[in-house]
T-cell receptor, first 111, second 119 residues
Framework: GENVEQHPSTLSVQEGDSAVIKCTYS??????FPWYKQELGKGPQLIID?????GEKKDQRIAVTLNKTAKHFSLHITETQPEDSAVYFC??????????FGGGTRLMVKP | DTGVSQNPRHKITKRGQNVTFRCDPI?????LYWYRQTLGQGPEFLTY????????KSRLLSDRFSAERPKGSFSTLEIQRTEQGDSAMYLC?????????????????FGDGTRLSIL
């Protein structure tokens, strides 16, 4: 089955700096890659997603890149703010049903 | 609020008891998923429904677990004879589904989960 690895497990940045979180996946048939933000006591909230026919997608301060050959995808957050502090999860899906999640990255943005 | 709704938010029970959780998906979504999340880990897939049909079950879903979606709307997840290892957050998500590439993957939207604690 699919295996998704996520790095780093924790990331601390100064407010205004950029943050990058990286994921690798094992199943070359995976074709959908969402990113979720999870705050304490809440469920995961979808923040951006990318499909395998696209190499990059941007939404305001958030961007995701996908390298299908290397089986990597990354989340980039620019101009970080304290409210970006949360746990971020990447995920991969092959058949339009189950998501396989990475282990999560705890992002801390210091004011 | 038209998001995914889960009840109860918290459940504390003694080992050996049965528990049932409910999920109400976003109304126009025909797919409903259950995941389990333990502390410090990403969610793990348990099962999913398309309308009332249960289409896939993970190996994590032992015979003590059963899920239903009787009318293709809300779903219930029951755990019988709970064990310490069942303590986790149980998350429900829903999505639309369309046939045909590239639209087969639609975003899954999660509820805030039911946190289960086994004493």
């Amino acid at each position: 089955g699919e295996n998704v690895e996520q790095h780093p497990s924790t990331l601390s940045v100064q407010e205004g700096d950029s943050a990058v979180i990286k994921c690798t996946y094992s199943d070359s048939a995976s074709n959908y890659f969402p990113w979720y933000k999870q705050e304490l006591g809440k469920g995961p909230q979808l923040i951006i997603d990318i499909r395998s026919n696209v190499g990059e997608k941007k939404d305001q301060r958030i961007a995701v890149t996908l390298n299908k050959t290397a089986k990597h995808f990354s989340l980039h957050i620019t101009e970080t703010q304290p409210e970006d502090s949360a746990v971020y999860f990447c995920a991969a899906s092959t058949r339009g049903n189950m998501l396989t999640f990475g282990g999560g990255t705890r992002l801390m943005v210091k004011p | 609020d038209t998001g995914v709704s889960q009840n109860p938010r918290h459940k504390i029970t003694k080992r050996g008891q049965n528990v049932t959780f409910r999920c109400d998906p976003i109304s126009e979504h025909n797919r409903l998923y259950w995941y389990r999340q333990t502390l410090g880990q990403g969610p793990e897939f348990l099962t999913y429904f398309q309308n009332e049909a249960q289409l896939e079950k993970s190996r994590l879903l032992s015979d003590r677990f059963s899920a239903e979606r009787p009318k293709g709307s809300f779903s219930t997840l029951e755990i019988q004879r709970t064990e310490q290892g069942d303590s986790a957050m149980y998350l429900c998500a829903s999505s639309s589904h369309y046939t045909g590439y590239p639209y087969s993957n639609q975003p899954q939207h999660f509820g805030d989960g039911t946190r289960l604690s086994i004493l």
